[in-house]
């Protein structure tokens, strides 16, 4: 599975971003897919999953209420929409993808995107 993450940018704080994670190979319907952000200097931390259907969805409590994970299995796409923005939510994003069962620990997750910056300024 290739993954391409796009839609970062730079916004002010109570904006709103998408990203949107386009994924290659015919097995993106199989695959959980998450997301995780790493701060300048930090780990990588876990933002959101998706499981194979639209309706598990899982966030970090940080992001709850204010983000949402969304699937497009026709398109192959996964989506999280980030509402209410916070300058402590500037980092770079990265979409993720394992076979079937959601994890939110990056060690779980073989396949990776190249990630999109986005920058909230307060």
């Known amino acids: 599975v290739q993954l391409q993450a796009s839609g970062g940018g730079l916004v002010q704080a109570g904006g709103s971003l998408r990203l949107s994670c386009a994924a290659s190979g015919r097995t993106f319907s199989s695959n959980a897919m998450a997301w995780f952000r790493q701060a300048a200097g930090k780990e990588r931390e876990f933002v959101a999953a998706?499981?194979?259907?639209?309706?598990?969805?899982w966030y970090a409590t940080s992001v709850n209420g204010r983000f949402t994970v969304s699937r497009d299995n026709a398109k192959n796409t996964v989506y999280l929409q980030m509402n209410s923005l916070k300058p402590e939510d500037t980092a770079v994003y990265y979409c993720?993808?394992?076979?079937?069962?959601?994890?939110?620990?990056?060690?779980?997750?073989?396949?990776w995107g190249q990630g999109t910056q986005v920058t909230v300024s307060s």
């Open positions: 993720a993808a394992r076979p079937l069962i959601y994890s939110d620990d990056v060690k779980n997750y073989p396949y």
């Open positions: 998706i499981g194979l259907t639209a309706g598990s969805t």
